[in-house]
């Protein structure tokens, strides 16, 4: 086993994490230097024992060095991405990949041309919460799912940094967004056929401080995609239906549960309850015996983790599981978003 070298260039918040955690040498990947153009960084990248390279040619020239981590803001991640494949280097690169399909294009390409692998980190397709509903929806224990709603929210705000800035690839689309669109069409095995949207400014920015968008799928699922950055309470993070139950997953801690129908329910004889000044029938919960209450569990996942299979791809050509055809997709459906919510009007989409 060959370990490849990795440098980190952009030593912020997520680059000093794949540097610290997710790069390792068990999955055959090591980390032996770090890049980052703020000399602040740079200094603690070298306290916390990291090598540190000057510029980023001298990352480029170093003949020792075979991938590099791109985890700098997203409107630089197309030209460092170019000149890493043109030195040979492969990439793993941060989502967003790019700021738009067209620049992905152009780097897709490069990197077929190359020979090198060029991975996009899309992490979350690894969560708990989301291996759960995708258990779910694959394996039909309430039945098949034909709405799925995905949704983060907090409360506050954008981040600070370069993520409020349209020219730095800022706002929640881009953000976020990525990663539970990423989610949801990793998971839904149909094509999108059209798709809704609606950008929130609540909080005055250039860029999106969230949004919502309606997804409707070929195979019948309806899916809505929200993410919020004012939600002082904040909607579970999964809540499904199947045609046999429902199930909601509140929070990455997976609180929640799955209701299950597992007997008939007399519409004929349902017994009202009092509901606000008046009766209902109809929103009366089921009878105990016509469903059944279950735990959420972790599912584990099917496949093997990010790195491992970054060696795998490099070394014994293996296939992706993050594919640049995937990575494309949900670029191409952010663009539809963007295009609905501004004409305020339903997209066709694949
Ligand atoms: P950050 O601002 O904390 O860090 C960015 C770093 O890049 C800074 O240290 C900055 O000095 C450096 N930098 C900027 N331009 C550079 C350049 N041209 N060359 C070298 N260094 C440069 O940002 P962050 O939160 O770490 O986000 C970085 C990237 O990681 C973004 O694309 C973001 O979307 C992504 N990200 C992914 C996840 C995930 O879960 N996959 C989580 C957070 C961030």
Redesign the pocket.
Known sequence: MKTINFVV?????????HAKGLIQEKDGVKVVGV????QK?LDLAEEEGFKVYAT?EDVLEDQSVEAVL?????D??K??SIAALKAGKHVVC???VMMNTKEFEEVFALAKLEGKVFMV????RWDNDFLIIRDLYKNKQIGELFQIESRVQGANGI?G???HLKQH?GGML??WG??LLDQMLYMVDSPVKKVAADLSFVLGDDVDDGFISYLTFENGVKAIIEVGTTNFIKLPRWYVRGFEGAAVIRDWDLSGEIVKQTGTIDHHNLVPIKAGAGLTKTMAPPSEEATTTLRIKEVAADVAPFYANFYDVVRNNAEPIVKNEEVYRVLKLIEAIFEAAEKQQVIEFE
Do not use: F
């Not at 260039?9 to 994490?17: K, L, Q, T, V």
């Not at 791109?70 to 997203?74: D, G, K, L, Q, S």
């Not at 980190?121 to 979350?124: D, L, Y």
């Open positions: 260039i952009g030593y912020g918040g997520m680059g000093s994490y890049y980052d153009i703020d960084r980023l791109i985890a700098t803001p997203n630089s991640h030209e460092l941060e989502k967003p980190h899309q992490n979350r981040p940094d370069w993520r690839g881009l953000d990525v990663h």
